[in-house]
């Protein structure tokens, strides 16, 4: 929880803020009249607070809050009807535009100020059509709503080709209730009249948001989440699931700083794994500028299996997988169907000049050699590369799970999108039961191959000490490490993500906090130890649930090693 008492300048701010609101109620007796004339003001206060609440308390993931509030303020200017109508039309008209855009090689700048001449054109004949008609609801001319229409269309679409409809889709639907309710409340008069008329409110509205948004640990969305798992640990174990409140602020914050986590890119990660033969797939080149992008036009003449992955992606986004070229036409074989080289090429160029993260920014993009899947879990999948999660604290391993790719996931193996996740035991590596996040389901075989999902991982201690040597190496000290298994080298490191995501504790049907709680109370002992000795250790302690101290005997050397 925050300690409200080391919060000084929080609380001088507001105590400034609410002496200058009674300074205007005792001095200026005028501001009534000024406040009745901008009411405006008051209502995107209302609309903010609104969508600010259903994003932190409820777990809603809209497209952003100052968007969605200009929006409701559009709505209550012209009606919910014809708002409605208006925001609806010009979303399918810059969606269409964008999908028909598709095709070209348009780079960010270029397709989105087309699509903002697009949506300029049908927003003046709505115009048009309003003063021809006489409908003074179509005559308003709302500026943010036409931009912000536009750029909702363009990430929507973006977001559909990455993640699929249903992600995209959710996100749009919650940013339409988020819409609604925000022009509700800031368009009842009553309420909207208190507020601007009573200054101390204001100061109020600031601190509710300021309360809600350090002290909420647990969103109305991650007890939907988490539902299953807390019901099976009862009311004293539930406390034990770890939020994505409290895994920002205890862990991230606290582990992985701001300027690590800025300053530490996917290259430099790439660069540092290699450089301690820690096991990673051979990197090809990184593009970066445009004389990196015409050296990949010189590389596709002779490499036809590789994977291009942004720097700044995550989830999944923009990865390509290309697996073969067809000796007819020359295409590639790719996960995101059959591309001619021209098409490959572009999409490095939007990796590159577009960006993935940071919208519109440059950016580069990790060529690759492709993953040969072991066949321990490849053959448990119809397509795609199973991998596994190991979440490590400290160079600690804490939780472990194999995410095995599906239909539904598009072969992927990312658990948001269909993918299945196996809880895997920190004590033998052994596999048992699935989760599926996105149905909700707890299944016993793989839902397209009705392959068991019960296996042991071979030579799992050197797996975990190849998970806990890459966390170590990247100085962050809160990691989720993935591990893909080649067929011919064995376990490598994927990649060493800095913001884990919370989907392991269903798959192990276990909370991740009172692990990480139980690891950190024993970090004094384990800080000068060895990568082996750490995981000897954790191994120990997931013998004891984690709930003791086991007496760890001391590392012994390894029969086996990692395969190179």
Known sequence: MVNWRDQTSVLALLIGLLLATLFLRTNVPSFLSVTSSITFIFQLMLAGTVIAILR??????????????????????VGPVWAFFMISYLFVVTVTARVAMTGLDLGTPHRVAALLVITGIAAFTVQAVGQVQGIPALNTVLLFPIILTTWYAERFVESVSETGWAPGARRLTFTLV???????????????????????????????????????????????????????????GA????????????????????????????????????????????????????????????????????????????????????????SGDGRFATNRGKLTEEAVVSHVRKLCFGGNADYGARSSAVVEAIVEPDGLLADRVESGVPDLRVIVLQGTPIMAMVRLPTVESNGTANIHTGAVAVAVDIASGTASGGYQQTRNAFVDVHPDTGASLEFRIPEWESVLETATRASIASGFGYTGVDIVFDADRGPMVLEVNRRPGLGIQNANMDGLLHRLRFAESRADDTQFRTAAERVREAMAWSRADWAADPETPPAQPRKQEVRQ
Request: charge should be neutral.
């Open 56 to 77: 932190n308390e409820a777990g809603m993931s809209t497209f952003g809050v100052f968007g969605p509030a200009i929006l409701a303020f559009a709505w209550i200017e």
């Open 178 to 236: 988020g819409i609604v309710a925000a022009a509700l409340v800031a368009s009842y008069e009553p309420l909207v009249s208190v507020i601007s008329q009573n200054p101390e409110s204001w100061v109020g509205l600031a601190a509710v948001n300021i309360y809600l948004g350090a002290g909420t640990n647990v969103r109305l969305g991650e007890y939907f989440r988490f539902r299953q798992l807390r019901r099976s640990l009862g009311a004293e």
């Open 239 to 326: 406390a034990g699931v770890l939020t994505m409140r409290t895994r920002n602020r205890d862990f991230i914050s606290r582990y992985n700083p701001a300027p690590l986590m800025s300053g530490f890119s996917k290259v430099q990660m790439k660069r540092l794994l290699h450089g301690l033969d820690i096991p990673t797939p051979e990197t090809f080149m990184v593009v970066d500028d445009e004389a990196t992008l015409a050296a990949f036009g010189s590389f596709l003449e002779e490499h036809d299996r590789f994977v291009v992955k942004p720097t700044d992606g995550s989830g999944g986004r923009g990865i390509l997988v290309v697996r073969g070229r067809d």
